[in-house]
Structure formats: structure tokens, C-alpha cells
């Protein structure tokens, strides 16, 4: 069984890795400030894929605006499920 991911570095920062609860329409978000990475518990394959890309850009670079990011995380994720890239956790086992 593979070990949860509890933390990552972006750039040298090391960032919490949270999945759970998030408000209604988030689907995930990123603080700097606090150096957390949260992912909503429930989001499931392709959307779960690009909005783990979306906030991995967002916290490696923070100068970028939404719709560069936005772009870039939908280009990225697609790439990566049409090359069979999957998340094989459940959110039992992810969460925090
Ligand atoms: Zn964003």
C-alpha cells in the first residue's frame, strides 16, 4: 500500500498536502502564507487531475494569473489522462 502524501516541495518550499471539506464552489485552493495544498475530498478523475495541477502551479508560481494558470492546468492534465495518468487513492485513504 502507498504511503499518504502528507507534504511536497514547490520550489524549495515545503507545502502541507491536505485533501477534505472545502467550500461549495472551491475545488481546491493554495496559501503560500501558510504553505498548504488543499483538494477537495469527492473531486474524481479528470477534474481531480487538473485541479491538483491547478493549485501545483499556483504554489510554483505565484506571479501567474487565473487564466494562465486555468490554461495551463487544463493543457497539462489532459496530456497527462490521455497518457493513462490516474489516481488510484481513494479519499479515505487521502484525507486528513
Ligand atoms: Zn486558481
Known amino acids: 500500500m502507498r504511503k499518504r502524501v502528507k507534504t511536497h516541495m514547490f520550489r524549495g518550499r515545503r507545502f ?3 485533501f477534505g471539506a472545502l467550500p461549495r464552489n472551491w475545488l481546491g485552493y493554495v496559501s503560500r502564507t501558510d504553505r498548504k495544498l ?3 475530498s469527492g473531486v474524481k478523475g479528470l ?3 487538473d485541479t491538483i495541477v491547478h493549485e501545483c502551479l499556483h504554489a510554483c508560481y505565484p506571479d501567474l494569473n487565473e487564466d494562465a494558470v486555468n490554461d495551463g492546468a487544463g493543457d497539462m492534465a489532459r496530456l497527462l489522462w490521455r497518457l493513462g495518468y490516474r489516481d488510484t487513492f481513494s479519499d479515505e485513504e487521502t484525507e486528513t
Open 38 to 40: 488543499a483538494i477537495k
Open 16 to 18: 502541507q498536502i491536505m
Open 47 to 49: 477534474e481531480r487531475l
